[in-house]
């Protein structure tokens, strides 16, 4: 188990998601969601179950239900209720679940009313939910080769000056 | 409550003006600049520097602690330096050792703390931290300054004046890091202290300390005084590479509010009505010292060596009809208009010197240098709305055929080799497929392509086009935020990533640009500013364009 910042676990999460192949303003969301739901006691596997949905499940869905709803909204969650609480409780206005029904979520939105979303200094990763998720990230690792090495960031190797 | 009237201020510059590349690429820094921000409010809380650990030994090598009390609380600089191989010594992201390692810590650290600390902080990323390391950064020597100084302080005498001005600094970082990154400390865990709450407050801290540190260190093992003429001219220099240029992508509401901040503060200096006599000596005396400086700014490139002796001379014509611009009504006003045909290097130097030279308009703007509310919600009525407001606030995305290898001859990537940035050429390279989003021109534009003739929910067309989103959102930051798109694309063959480093060091404050490539460049951080012991004095907020006279 590895105590990490929220923004370690935001980051590594939204890079997951993009390596899993979610697009870049939905992996951005996730990230979120990632940090508060690990910070929330939730579990890392409901963040793998989430990225092996794709291109279905919530990383596609709960954004768009989110997207510009105001007052009451229904939320497909397809079954990852859980997470999708998570990104309600990550959004920096009034969010919260008013009932539930088979596959879905119903939420009360109140953008008016702004919020602080805090996080905690320090947020526990389990090695496993770590390890997968640095790995679905490796995906966006573009491989070493002896020209992007040379050239790609355009600089020598050494600076004695 | 007192009400107090706003500042007077003219019209801002269009977003279409200013979010362009080759603009962004002639900045200066300003007073608004972060470590300039950073600075004046040490000197304002006439902040006094400890060394309540001082373990360095003749050679320069061991641990210290530099304390100091900024906003209510106390923060500490870490320091740990050790021997290094020259073939060890590297300014990429991908070396492994450094000759020091540095921690801001929140508080002054215990022995404990200072042990945990100087066994990490020289691993840099493969290190873990916590909640108390607020910034994690590393630096290495300027070989040849560092041994000139060490070699006329133990003489007896003083470094070379040409020497130290050619190039700046004894130590150059080559990465700050902040906000939890390796464990650090997250910028929210901070945000809403005093002091620190503005952007890269902590990291602008660091930097600011690290370079008192070298001063010291410098003195420690030369054992004598620098001059102090000599030792406010050393900065601590800075490596930059790709690495920064994404953060202006990813941070459009940022981008937005501190361009606003600096459009601002210039429209009210141009709204200025009349310059009182003083006032008009003052900003003479300015545009002298930026002749000055713009004659000590020298790089090894031969290309960029002309650009800035072309600055210079421009200058020096600007200079000669300054006195009589500055007796006209709205002289800075006037003084902008008239530069518009200019080069834009001129335009961007006169727009600092106008800021400079009001700071009583312009320095409570400084407020703003945040994003505290987030970006706003992507709220259209329905596509209709939706195209209205991508068509106004990115019209210039139809400029760009993307069809054409040219317009998208780069890609920038995150290489698996410690996750170095880096930039490939899309048409040569494999790798493109797993290219990192900068690429916002051509996602607005294939959104635009993709949106039906009759207007239907955003909904509806984002479930048939999840992958639109981004672009989405990026509309409603737009129609909300002016300033919060570079209005180039940023994969064009002609997309140099230099301007916008520059851009990004410039706001941080950065000097004496010093490209070295396309892809990055050398800077000189904290230039002539107030070592610890001029905090509180006069010369503490005075050092636009600096000058080692």
Redesign the interface.
């Known amino acids: 188990m590895?105590?990490?910042?929220?923004?370690?676990i935001e980051?590594l999460a939204a890079r997951a998601a993009r390596g899993a192949g979610a697009?870049?303003?939905?992996a951005a969301h996730f990230g979120r969601a990632a940090a508060m739901h690990l910070a929330r006691g939730g579990a890392g596997a409901d963040l793998l179950a989430a990225l092996d949905a794709l291109?279905g499940g919530p990383v596609?869905a709960v954004?768009?239900?989110l997207?510009?709803g105001?007052g009451e909204v229904r939320i497909a969650t397809g079954g990852h209720d859980a997470l999708a609480e998570s990104y309600l409780a990550a959004l920096?206005f009034a969010a919260r679940v008013t009932g539930r029904d088979a596959g879905g979520l119903r939420a009360h939105l109140s953008?008016a009313d702004?919020r602080a979303v805090?996080?905690p200094?320090?947020i526990a990763l389990d090695a496993g939910t770590q390890g997968a998720l640095s790995a679905f990230a490796?995906?966006?690792?573009?491989?070493?080769?002896e020209?992007?090495?040379l050239s790609?960031?355009?600089?020598?190797?050494?600076?004695?000056? | 409550m007192k009400d107090l009237a706003l500042p007077a201020q003219q019209p801002l510059r269009p977003p279409a003006e200013v979010m362009r590349l080759k603009r962004l690429g002639a900045f200066f820094p300003t007073r608004l600049s972060f470590l300039r921000v950073l600075t004046r409010r040490l000197s304002d809380e006439g902040a006094r520097l400890s060394r309540p650990v001082w373990e360095i030994d003749a050679d320069g090598y061991g641990r210290a602690v530099l304390s100091l009390p900024f906003g209510g609380r106390t923060y500490s600089l870490v320091c740990v330096t050790q021997p290094l191989a020259?073939?060890q010594?590297?300014?990429?992201?991908?070396a492994t050792a450094w000759d020091a390692a540095f921690v801001l810590y929140d508080g002054v650290p215990d022995g404990a703390e200072i042990d945990r600390i100087a066994a990490t902080a020289p691993l840099q990323e493969a290190g873990?931290f916590t909640?108390r390391d607020l910034v994690l950064s590393r630096a290495?020597r300027?070989?040849?300054l560092w041994g000139h100084v060490i070699d006329r302080l133990r003489g007896g005498g003083q470094p070379d004046a040409d020497l130290l001005n050619s190039i700046g600094y004894l130590m150059r970082t080559t990465a700050v890091y902040g906000?939890?990154?390796?464990?650090?400390?997250?910028?929210?865990?901070f945000a809403s202290r005093p002091g620190l709450g503005l952007s890269f407050m902590a990291e602008m801290l660091t930097v600011w300390m690290i370079r008192q540190f070298t001063v010291d260190l410098a003195e420690h093992v030369g054992g004598a005084r620098l001059d102090r003429r000599l030792a406010r001219h050393l900065g601590v220099g800075n490596?930059t590479?790709?690495g920064m240029a994404p953060f202006l992508v990813s941070h459009p509401v940022l981008l937005n509010n501190w361009m606003m901040v600096r459009e601002t503060a210039l429209a009210r200096a141009r709204a200025l009505p009349l310059l009182s006599d003083a006032q008009a000596a003052r900003v003479l005396h300015l545009a002298q010292r930026a002749d000055l400086h713009l004659g000590q700014w020298q790089v090894p490139e031969a290309a960029h060596q002309a650009r800035i002796d072309a600055l210079r001379a421009d200058w020096a014509g600007f200079l000669r009809d300054l006195p009589a611009a500055l007796d006209q009504d709205h002289p800075f006003d006037t003084l902008i208009r008239a530069a518009a045909t200019r080069s834009l290097d001129l335009q961007e130097l006169l727009v600092s010197l106008a800021i400079e030279a009001c700071p009583d308009l312009v320095d409570g703007l400084a407020e703003c240098l945040t994003d505290p509310?987030?970006a706003p919600?992507?709220?259209?009525a329905d596509t209709g709305a939706l195209g209205a407001a991508a068509r106004a606030h990115f019209g210039w995305v139809r400029d760009h055929d993307f069809a054409r290898a040219d317009q998208t001859a780069q890609f920038w990537?995150?290489?698996?080799?410690k996750?170095?940035?880096?930039?490939?050429r899309r048409h040569e390279?494999?790798?493109a497929d797993?290219e990192?989003?900068l690429f916002v021109a051509r996602?607005v534009q294939a959104m635009l392509a993709d949106l039906p003739d009759r207007p239907e929910p955003?909904?509806e067309f984002?479930?048939r086009h999840?992958?639109h989103?981004?672009a989405?959102?990026r509309v409603a930051v737009a129609q909300a935020c002016p300033y919060s798109e570079i209005r180039d694309n940023l994969l064009a063959d002609d997309c140099l990533p230099i301007d916008m480093l520059r851009a990004k060091l410039s706001l941080f404050g950065a000097s004496k640009f010093d490209p070295?490539?396309?892809?990055?460049t050398r800077v000189t951080m904290a230039q002539g500013a107030p070592l610890a012991e001029d905090l509180g004095t006069t010369r503490a907020d005075d050092w636009w364009m600096p000058v080692l006279t």
Not at chain 1, 138 to 145: E, I, K, N
Not at chain 2, 179 to 189: E, P, Q, V
Not at chain 2, 413 to 417: G, H, K, L, Q, T
């Open positions: 590895t105590t990490c910042s929220a923004n370690e980051g697009g870049v303003a939905q291109p596609n954004p768009l239900a997207l510009a105001e920096p953008r702004r805090s996080l200094a320090r490796a995906r966006t690792y573009v491989p070493q080769s020209t992007s090495r790609g960031a355009g600089a020598g190797l050494t600076d004695n000056d | 020259d073939d010594r590297s300014d990429r992201v991908i873990r909640e290495n300027s070989v040849r906000n939890g990154k390796f464990g650090i400390a997250d910028r929210d865990l490596a590479g790709l509310f987030g919600p992507a709220d259209f990537y995150v290489s698996e080799e996750l170095e940035p880096r930039l490939g390279e494999p790798g797993r990192s989003p996602a955003v909904t984002l479930t999840p992958d989103l981004w989405v959102e070295k490539s396309d892809l990055w």
